[in-house]
C-alpha cells in the first residue's frame, strides 16, 4: 500500500513559468514532509521541508504548500530554470512518538524544463 | 568538505556472493539509514541507525545486513540471500535531537550493484 503517491510521473514545463508538482498522502500521522530533488546517477538533494503545524514554507523560488484536510502538499517553482530539470521526490515522516524516524518517499516526478 | 562518502560508485557481484557496500559521514550526524532505489520506484528503507551499535530493520531487510561500530559508519552487505540485488543503492545521514527533530536527511551519491 503505497502511503505517498506522486501521481504524474512527469512534468514538462517552458523556461520562466511555474512548476507545480502534487504529493499526496494517506497516514495522518505523517508530521514533517520533505522534497528532495535528484539528477541521475546521484544522490537526492534536500530542497525543503515543512512541519504539519504550518500550510506554507518558503525558500527562495521554492515554495512547499500543505493542506492537512486533503493530504496533498505541492511544491510551486518560480520561475522554473533548465538547471531544475530533476526528478522530484516527495517525503513524509511517521511520527509513532517515540525514536522512529522513518521516511516514506513517493515514486518522484521528473521535470523537464524547456528552454 | 562535509558529507557521505560511497564506494564504489560501480560494483558487480557475481551469483553466490556476499558484498559490502561503504558509507562513511563526517557530519558528525548520529542517525544513518540505507535505501534502494529500482528504477521508476521510490527509495525503500533498508535499515537505519539512530545511534552506535544499534540498528534496525527497514521496509525490506531480507537479504541485506548492517554493522554500526562507529559513528561516522555504516557498510552495508548484500548477502546471497537478496534474490534481485541490482539496484542503486543509497546512504543517508541526519542529526538526531529526538523524536519531533525536523532534521532532514542528506545523501551520498549512491552506488550501482550489478550481478554478473
Known amino acids: 500500500d503505497q502511503q505517498v503517491k506522486q501521481n504524474s510521473p512527469s512534468l514538462s514545463v517552458q523556461e520562466g513559468r511555474i512548476s507545480i508538482l502534487n504529493c499526496d498522502y494517506t497516514?495522518?500521522?505523517?508530521?514533517?514532509f520533505l522534497w528532495y530533488k535528484k539528477y541521475p546517477a546521484e544522490g537526492p538533494t534536500f530542497l525543503i521541508s515543512?512541519?504539519?503545524?504550518?500550510d506554507k514554507n518558503e525558500d527562495g523560488r521554492f515554495t512547499v504548500f500543505l493542506n492537512k484536510s486533503a493530504k496533498h502538499l505541492s511544491l510551486h517553482i518560480v520561475p522554473s530554470q533548465p538547471g531544475d530539470s530533476a526528478v522530484y521526490f516527495c517525503?513524509?515522516?511517521?511520527?509513532?512518538?517515540?525514536?522512529?524516524?522513518?521516511?516514506?518517499f513517493g515514486k518522484g516526478t521528473l521535470l523537464t524544463v524547456n528552454p | 568538505d562535509g558529507g557521505i562518502t560511497q564506494s564504489p560508485k560501480y560494483l558487480f557481484r557475481k551469483e553466490g556472493q556476499n558484498v559490502t557496500l561503504s558509507c562513511e559521514q563526517n557530519?558528525?550526524?548520529?542517525?544513518m539509514y540505507w535505501y534502494r532505489q529500482d528504477p521508476g520506484q521510490g527509495l525503500r528503507l533498508i535499515y537505519y541507525?539512530?545511534?552506535?551499535?544499534?540498528?534496525q530493520k527497514g521496509d525490506i531487510a531480507e537479504g541485506y545486513s548492517v554493522s554500526r561500530e562507529k559513528k561516522e559508519s555504516f557498510p552495508l552487505t548484500v548477502t546471497s540471500a537478496q534474490k534481485n540485488p541490482t539496484a542503486f543503492y543509497l546512504c543517508?545521514?541526519?542529526?538526531?535531537?529526538?523524536?519531533?527533530?525536523?532534521?532532514?536527511?542528506?545523501f551520498g551519491d549512491g552506488t550501482r550493484l550489478s550481478i554478473l
Open positions: 557530519l558528525n550526524h548520529d542517525a
Open positions: 497516514n495522518s500521522m505523517f508530521d514533517y
Open positions: 515543512i512541519s504539519s503545524i504550518k
Open positions: 517525503a513524509a515522516r511517521f511520527n509513532s512518538g517515540g525514536s522512529n524516524y522513518k521516511l516514506t
Open positions: 543517508a545521514s541526519s542529526s538526531w535531537t529526538g523524536s519531533h527533530s525536523n532534521q532532514p536527511q542528506h
Open positions: 541507525s539512530q545511534i552506535v551499535n544499534d540498528f
